[in-house]
């Protein structure tokens, strides 16, 4: 069988009775080899270790030094480097923990402003490729290059192997590709063979491929299925492959019917450019525990307060209100409530999750608390006064004049009530979505 070929490095191509060991044009190792290489056309391209790699770029000192993204006595890993990720350094591990089997790791706090930028300029070179480009973070995102061959006058493969090389050499950071006939599959192959990687997924080999991997593999399975399920003796998902559609969807409702399609590699989603950002959050890590609803209510009014600056800045509003918070024995808790107008007013995101709050406040001590909003639209019009209650309209009229002043003076030219009566705490660890890889 004939296998098409690709040289990541001199970007050679062809097609080979077998596949060749090193690059016939330049003698380069780095070849991807495979019999539907040249017509697939679903990517997901991932940046790799994306905020580690920009502080890499920006200070070569740093280039062999294992490099930790995050701060604070009790923040979180946002990412690392890694040469951190072979001592156990996970994103979203408590700092403490990371120093503790990295010890020698370098730490930075992240640079939020840095790292859009940058994914701007990334996505500046996505869209020269395809109009079809689906963002799911600020790293990573799916492109369909489906009849972009004649334009580009490459298959993908070649075209998204030139796009990575680009990144690296123009903007300095490595990114890994997967390639595959659908976003389930692309999306597994991208983290295949990180950093640099560039994997291959093909339709003949999908249900082979898929049958030795653990069901965590599935996007969406986490621990409380994956034991369930092997309560049940299902560990593979070969397992899943050879139970029943039917019999899956009567155990287990409709995520029974999603593990049967994508056991077997079935997905039908479309790379949609709409709806760019699923999510905008704000969240802070505390110093110290707190477990009052007056500690909590205030440390809920400045996340919001600067979550809601990031949707007017954005110029977008959200239908769904979600608190988050994170108990001192690391358990999540989240609660989530539908507004019948969307909304970008602090006011209204917090009365929301102040009402959601209230019902958590039992006494547990928090770490953590955090606000978002989903269902995200453009503003357009949104809270509109004559829709609202008088008093809500009062607030909301209100706050515009207070964005108004601050964006004259400064934000701390207007400082409301309840903040100004609780003097500025010691610094406490702000994350707002900085943990890399957030679907947005």
Not at 115 to 132: E, G
Not at 187 to 216: Q, W
Not at 221 to 250: A, C, F, H, W, Y
Not at 254 to 276: Q, Y
Request: glycine share 8%.
């Amino acid at each position: 069988m004939a296998l098409d070929w690709l040289c990541r490095d001199c970007l050679e191509h062809g097609t080979l009775e077998s596949a060749p060991t090193r690059c016939p044009a330049c003698g380069s190792p780095r070849l991807r080899c495979h019999d539907e290489l040249f017509s697939l056309s679903t990517a997901h391209v991932d940046c790799d270790a994306f905020y580690a790699s920009v502080e890499k770029r920006d200070d070569p000192s740093l280039r062999d030094k294992p490099l930790i993204i995050g701060g604070g006595t009790r923040g979180v890993v946002s990412t690392c480097c890694y040469i951190a990720r072979q001592s156990g350094v996970r994103s979203a591990m408590p700092m403490f923990k990371a120093r503790e089997l990295c010890p020698d790791a370098v730490t930075i706090k992240p640079n939020m402003a840095k790292y859009v930028d940058v994914s701007r300029q990334i996505r500046a070179h996505m869209d020269a490729l395809t109009p079809l480009v689906e963002p799911i973070s600020i790293d990573e995102a799916f492109l369909d290059m489906a009849g972009t061959q004649s334009l580009h006058k490459a298959p993908p493969a070649v075209v998204l192997a030139r796009f990575a090389r680009t990144v690296a050499t123009e903007i300095g950071v490595s990114i890994s590709v997967g390639l595959s006939h659908n976003k389930f599959l692309a999306k597994v192959a991208s983290d295949l063979d990180k950093p640099r990687g560039f994997a291959v997924i093909g339709a003949a080999e999908t249900v082979a491929f898929l049958a030795p991997k653990p069901i965590s593999l599935i996007y969406g399975v986490g621990k409380v299925l994956t034991e369930n399920l092997r309560k049940d003796g299902l560990v593979t998902i070969g397992q899943l492959q050879n139970e029943s559609p039917e019999r899956l969807m009567r155990r287990y409702g409709e995520t029974g019917a999603r593990l049967a399609r994508l056991s077997r590699g079935e997905d039908s989603r479309r790379i949609s450019t709409s709806g760019e950002m699923k999510t905008i959050s704000s969240e802070t890590t505390f110093n110290t525990d707190m477990a009052s609803l007056d500690a909590l209510s205030t440390e809920l009014l400045k996340v919001t307060e600067r979550l809601s600056e990031r949707l007017k800045a954005k110029n977008v509003v959200g239908d769904t209100v979600t608190l988050k918070l994170k108990s001192a024995g690391f358990r999540l808790r989240t609660r989530a409530r539908h507004l019948m107008i969307p909304t970008q007013l602090a006011n209204v995101i917090y009365q929301t999750g102040l009402s959601l709050l209230e019902r958590e406040v039992d006494g547990t001590a928090f770490r953590l608390i955090g606000i978002g909003v989903s269902g995200i639209d453009a503003a357009d019009g949104s809270d509109p006064a004559d829709l609202l209650e008088p008093a809500v309209a009062r607030k909301a009229a209100a706050e515009r004049a207070m964005d108004r002043v601050r964006s004259r003076f400064g934000r701390e030219a207007v400082v409301r009530g309840k903040l100004y009566k609780h003097p500025p705490a010691p610094p406490t660890d702000p994350e707002d979505d900085q943990t890399e890889g957030k679907t947005k």
